[in-house]
Each structure stands twice: as C-alpha cells, then as structure tokens.
C-alpha cells in the first residue's frame, strides 16, 4: 500500500506537458481542419510527420490511408492534443488549436479508436462519463437516432447492465458501438474515426454501418483505415507515406485517374 501511495504521489506531481491554451472560441457546427507544414516525431531525431500540410473544408469526409507507422494515426492524436506538434500549426474551425482550453477542444471532437477503454460501472454511466445531468431520454433518443435500438434491448437490464472494466459482457464490437453513441452524445463539429471498425465481426459491423452514416451527418470527418472499403464513404482522400502527403484529392476523381496511387490501390 505504501509503494502505491507513493507511485500516486508522484503521478500527482508530474508537471502536464500540454497546457491549457487561453480559450477560444469554436464556429458551430461542423469544424473544418487545416494542418500547416506540421512535423512531429515520437523521439528526437526521428520525425513520424514531414512538413505535411492538408485543408478539409468544413462538412467533408475524409478517408486517410497508409501502411503502419506511415503516420495515421499520429495525425489524430495532434488534432486532440495528445502531444503538440514541434514545428507547424493546426487550425479548427479557422483557429489554432493550441489556444483553446483542452475541455474547449475536446468537447469539438468525437475520438473513436480501435479500443474503447470501459469502465467498471453501468452502460449508462460509461455512455455519459458518470455526468449525473445526461438524462436517460436523451441517451435513448442517441442510440435511436444512430439505429442501435436493437442492440440496446439485448442487453440484459438496458441503461443499468453492469460492465467491468475489462468490458466484461459486450463483445469488441459492442463496444465499438457504445464508443459511438459517446461521441453522438458530445455532438461535436469534429468526428475522427481511427480504424474504428478494424475489429467488428460481420455482423456488428453491418449493424454499425448505419449509425455511422449517421453520426457523420452534419459534421466533418476523418476516417483512418487500412481496408479501402471503410473510406467509400469518404468525399476526399488523401494517402500517406512516411510521414508526407503522398496523394490527395476527391476519391472519385482519384478513382478514375489510371495515374493515381489510390487507383492502383483499388
């Protein structure tokens, strides 16, 4: 008990390397996204992102593709401020991300990874992050807008089945689909889906299909992956290698140019 109480302490004490920004203000409504000549790398001397640079207007959809280690997901996690870029700016709405608050930023984009981190408490309590004022009215008008009514009444007490943290009693897939009714419930301007599908069973990842349409209404998007046929929904594309944008333009463009890498990759 001691050694925890004293490896707690000195978590308490590690000084944040993000800080909070001044604040700012988002537009509302979908969010668009522009990354300036951004470098960034996990180790010194070794950059993961080169001087790339990109602009999705506001409403679009855009499928990013790339071997691992290519840089994907890398791009995600400076959008949230997991880590600050070293070199470069990155604009939402029009402004730089770096002088929002880190709630500010945070509330305006919807985040769903391959893992979905559970917690031991009730469906209803991962759903709203234990937020005592997210009523249970508005839960289920979320699930029924993103069509996973069904799955809901599966479970064995609804809102009030327990999970343990190890998100005992859903499957992966389930709780992809937990993850998506969170960020339905954030409403943000901003949805990036981080290979979000890559572990779905079939037949989850029909059910899913819909209610991601669906979330992405109205808003913009990012969709990382590795299997073509999750960017079809996708209004740009834009393909990465070490770090550089390799290609970039309108997917159907892209898919009737014979020269295009994204034609070849199809």
Not at 102 to 131: C, H, I, K, Y
Not at 150 to 169: E, I, M, Q, V
Not at 196 to 202: G, M, N, Q, V
Request: hydrophobic share 40%; charged share 25%.
């Amino acid at each position: 008990i001691g050694a925890s109480i004293h490896r707690v302490d000195e978590l308490y004490n590690t000084p944040r390397q993000i800080e909070d920004g001044p604040g700012v203000e988002f537009p509302p409504g979908p969010l668009s996204v522009e990354f300036r000549e951004v470098s960034f790398g996990y180790a010194p001397g070794d950059p993961v992102l080169k001087d790339l640079s990109f602009c999705l207007e506001r409403g679009s959809v855009l499928g990013v593709l790339g071997r691992t280690g290519s840089g994907k997901t890398t791009i995600t996690r400076l959008i949230f401020r997991l880590y600050d870029v070293q070199a470069g700016t990155i604009l939402l709405g029009g402004r730089d991300i770096r002088l929002a608050r880190l709630s500010q930023l945070r509330a305006g984009v919807g985040l769903v990874t391959q893992d979905v981190q559970l917690f031991e408490a009730s469906v209803r309590e991962n759903l709203t992050f234990f937020d005592p004022t997210v009523s249970d009215e508005r839960i289920l008008r979320a699930v029924a807008d993103l069509g996973l009514d069904n799955w809901l009444a599966r479970l064995p007490a609804g809102l009030d089945t327990h999970l343990s943290a190890s998100g005992g009693g859903l499957s992966a897939g389930e709780a992809q689909l937990l993850a998506l009714v969170r960020v339905f419930l954030k409403d943000p301007g901003l949805v990036v889906l981080d290979e979000a599908s890559s572990r779905l069973d079939p037949g989850t990842e029909r059910l899913i299909e819909s209610g991601i349409a669906r979330l992405l209404r109205g808003r913009t998007a990012i969709i990382i992956a590795h299997r073509l046929g999750t960017v079809a929904r996708a209004d740009r594309i834009m393909i990465v290698e070490e770090g550089r944008v390799r290609e970039e333009g309108e997917r159907q463009t892209l898919a009737r140019d014979p020269h295009s890498r994204f034609r070849e990759l199809l």
